[in-house]
């Protein structure tokens, strides 16, 4: 069983930057995948960053490549979203991942954590 625990979300301006974070607790192993997803309202639950936490290797959709980064500190068992340039159609809550198959589909992903908030105005 995995816990993970989301920070850092908010409100922030269009243009303007936010760093999520995600504690997992017991460790996580290497051969976890770490993700990143979000769920606006009255939409599906859409996929944002992957990471392969033994390699570092990550992936991104199209939408948030080049604005988004996907890390992890593997001393705290801690992954980070960092969110540069954000739009309002980033709004929605974000969700940390967990599971041994990276990939876009939630459904892979074996848990997850609560969610935080992030609200981007215009």
């Known amino acids: 069983q995995v816990h993970l625990v989301e920070s850092g979300g908010g409100l922030v301006q269009a243009g303007g930057s936010l760093r999520l974070s995600c504690a997992a607790s017991p460790r996580t192993f290497g051969n976890t995948r770490m993700a990143w997803f979000r769920q606006a309202p009255a939409k599906e639950r859409e996929f944002v960053a992957a990471i392969a936490w033994s390699t570092g290797n990550t992936y991104y959709p199209g939408s948030v490549k080049d604005r988004f980064t996907i890390s992890r500190d593997i001393a705290t068992d801690t992954t980070y979203l960092q969110m540069n340039n954000l739009k309002p159609v980033d709004t929605a809550v974000y969700y940390c991942?967990?599971?041994?198959?990276?990939?876009?589909?939630?459904?892979?992903?074996?848990?997850w954590g609560q969610g935080t908030q992030v609200t981007v105005s215009s």
């Open positions: 991942a967990a599971g041994p198959n990276i990939g876009i589909d939630s459904r892979g992903y074996l848990y």
